[in-house]
């Protein structure tokens, strides 16, 4: 007979089922755990199972009984981990104000759960675990007064690993760094007042490898960051260089220098002697076309306004002067282009005053111009107020030409008293009285005139 080989169970019998004939023909082994024993044979039938019947068990006593009704002490639940801090470990739910009334879904989230990120909230919106009144929404869904916003648990942040602290690498020699530290003439906890020599440049560029920005490391002193530079000074401008401690000083005396209530004083020497001892010069300023911006010139049309005040010191002759500069404005080489353009360039600058910028006999060549004085206020309260010594070839020159070094700190114009004297009191007095007593004879003039007609 073709078709399957015969089932181990017997001839005629196919795989998993038998061939005929009743439940008892088959072998013990071959009974299912489930199957039922003939009736009438071997040993009495018992009571069923797997049927729906349960199996007999004998009636327990009523004490046993009533002990076995009483329901067991519950375990105790394993507690709970405690959750990082602000972390939910639950649905959360919130109600829509009226205040939150049709703004979009990831706006909500900006306004009462900011800690969420946006990518969290997408996140949630793919997955199905962000919903509004039981309907799935998405970051860009308006919200109604009144609706239920469902929002998961809050997901720990990883800790972030601890990052090493980085270690400044100082890149200078011992020389670099006492002669940075010689230079300073202040310090406290948010400023730094340097004494910079002629030469050396604030900032590096093109063959210029020497500079104030490069020693910054050397006065780094008790403080984690290196000092920062908030204005700057000519290559071969000496002086008073102020320089920030932290980032919060550096926005402060950047405020003060932007919104003038820094006051800077210079000294210079100038070619000739001003006809008017206290001028301000007022002319505009742009850069020179044809220079890459390295000199600036006076242009009426599309320069930059610019103003400088100078006061004459005191006078050589009419071969010099030693004067007093205050920049009311910032331009590029302001003082000096304001002193050239007036006809008195300073001693020693010849890109703008040409061969004649230079005086004869032992008198330098070098620049004469010396930042003299910084006023700002501290952005602890009180102010930074420094003078800086003359360099050497500026303090032989004014010493050849024979000026007195104790005139030269005039003061600053809020400085001045201006509480008016006994005597300027009584030159007001007479001044008033004599204007009353002109006004009173011109009334008499003109009630004794001819009437007209």
């Known amino acids: 007979m073709k078709g399957r080989p015969p089932a181990k169970g017997g001839a005629g019998s196919r795989a998993g089922k038998p061939s005929g004939g009743r439940p008892s023909d088959r072998k013990a082994s071959d009974r299912k755990p489930g199957d039922r024993k003939p009736a009438g044979r071997g040993k009495p039938a018992g009571p069923r199972k797997g049927d729906g019947d349960k199996p007999f068990r004998p009636k327990a006593p009523a004490a046993a009984k009533s002990a076995a009704a009483k329901p067991a002490a ?34 909500w989230f900006q306004r009462h759960l900011p800690d969420v990120g946006f990518n969290l909230v997408s996140r949630w919106s793919r997955t199905g675990q962000l919903r509004v009144d039981g309907a799935r929404a998405a970051p860009g869904d308006r919200i109604v007064e009144g609706q239920i916003i469902r929002v998961p648990p809050a997901e720990a942040k990883p800790e972030a690993a601890e990052k090493p602290k980085r270690v400044r690498v100082i890149d200078l020699t011992p020389d670099e760094i006492a002669y940075a530290q010689e230079m300073v003439i202040h310090r406290d906890d948010q400023a730094i007042v340097i004494n910079k020599p002629p030469g050396l440049a604030a900032q590096g560029g093109t063959k210029t490898d020497e500079h104030v920005d490069k020693l910054l490391d050397g006065l780094l002193f008790d403080a984690e960051s290196r000092p920062k530079l908030v204005h700057r000074l000519d290559k071969d401008t000496s002086g008073a260089l102020l320089l920030a401690r932290s980032s919060r000083s550096a926005a402060h005396f950047a405020k003060a220098f932007s919104s003038r209530t820094a006051r800077k004083v210079y000294w210079a020497l100038v070619m000739g002697v001003p006809s008017i001892e206290d001028g301000m010069v007022e002319l505009p300023l742009a850069k020179q076309p044809g220079t890459g911006g390295e000199k600036m010139h006076v242009d009426q049309e599309e320069g930059l306004p610019a103003r400088s005040r100078y006061r004459v010191i005191e006078r050589a002759g009419n071969r010099a002067a030693w004067v007093e500069l205050q920049p009311y404005t910032g331009r590029t080489h302001q003082l000096r282009v304001h002193m050239a353009a007036i006809g008195h360039p300073i001693v020693g600058d010849g890109k703008y005053g040409g061969k004649e910028a230079f005086l004869s006999g032992t008198i330098s060549r070098k620049m004469h111009l010396h930042a003299r004085r910084i006023r700002v206020d501290h952005p602890d309260g009180g102010r930074v107020d420094v003078m800086a010594d003359l360099p050497t070839h500026f303090a032989n020159s004014l010493h050849e030409l024979g000026f007195d070094l104790t005139l030269g700190d005039m003061p600053l114009d809020d400085e001045i008293d201006r509480t008016p004297t006994r005597e300027d009191e009584k030159r007001f007095a007479r001044q008033h009285a004599k204007q009353v007593r002109k006004d009173r004879k011109g009334e008499r003039r003109s009630r004794g005139g001819p009437k007209k007609g």
């Open 74 to 107: 519950p375990k105790p639940a394993p507690a709970k981990a405690n959750p990082a801090k602000g972390v939910s470990l639950d649905v959360r739910q919130f109600r829509v104000k009226a205040d939150d009334d049709g703004i979009r879904l990831d706006r």
